[in-house]
């Protein structure tokens, strides 16, 4: 699925931007896979803005990332409103304060075990697609950590950053199991395939 698949069709001659948003909970590694995003989409020659909001400094409150990823400088030093596209570390976080910034035409990456028609008769109107990235983490040796799962499976649904460029940001930054991580962005990547079929043009 292309950029211009998910930017709005009013848009799409008048504005290159890919706006993104990372939602996660604090310890999910939301925050370090919206860096190794942008990381990725640096290496591929982009403009890149990533930063980053808090719910609080205790585990498992809301974290979330916003990037946005142009082919020209970007200028805005505001919030994202209104996302292209979203990847979520956990379906109970698809509630008001995040579809908020969400409308038809944005892209919902979710880390669920339930299939995605499941989710979408609870979320009618989201083009979401739904990847158990903790089974391709526990199948690959790193628990419950997601991250690089995820990762693979967003840059599938995005249509970039490209699996090369995204596994190799992933072996030279990851802090430890680099391999595992680049071996679970790859089956993220794959996973998301079958889910992309399911999401209407």
Do not use: K
């Amino acid at each position: 699925m292309s950029r211009d698949t998910i930017r709005r069709p009013a848009e799409q001659e008048e504005a290159s931007m890919l706006e993104i948003i990372v939602q996660g909970r604090g310890g999910q590694g939301a925050q370090t896979a919206g860096n190794l995003l942008a990381r990725a989409f640096f290496a591929q020659g982009r403009q890149v803005q990533a930063f980053a909001t808090y719910g609080g400094a205790r585990r498992g409150t809301p974290v979330s990332s916003f990037i946005r990823v142009d082919d020209r400088p970007i200028r805005l030093r505001c919030d994202i409103e209104q996302a292209d596209a979203i990847l979520c570390f956990d379906a109970s976080l698809l509630a008001p304060p995040l579809l908020a910034r969400a409308d038809a035409h944005t892209l919902v990456l979710v880390n669920s075990a339930r299939g995605a028609a499941e989710l979408r008769e609870e979320h009618p109107g989201l083009r979401l697609v739904a990847v158990d990235a903790l089974a391709i983490s526990r199948e690959t040796g790193l628990g419950r950590i997601v991250n690089s799962a995820l990762l693979g499976a967003f840059a599938r649904a995005l249509g970039s950053p490209t699996l090369p460029v995204l596994r190799q940001v992933l072996l030279d930054y990851s802090a430890q199991m680099a391999q595992q991580n680049a071996q679970a962005c790859a089956l993220g990547w794959e996973a998301a395939g079958q889910g992309l079929q399911e999401v209407s043009p």
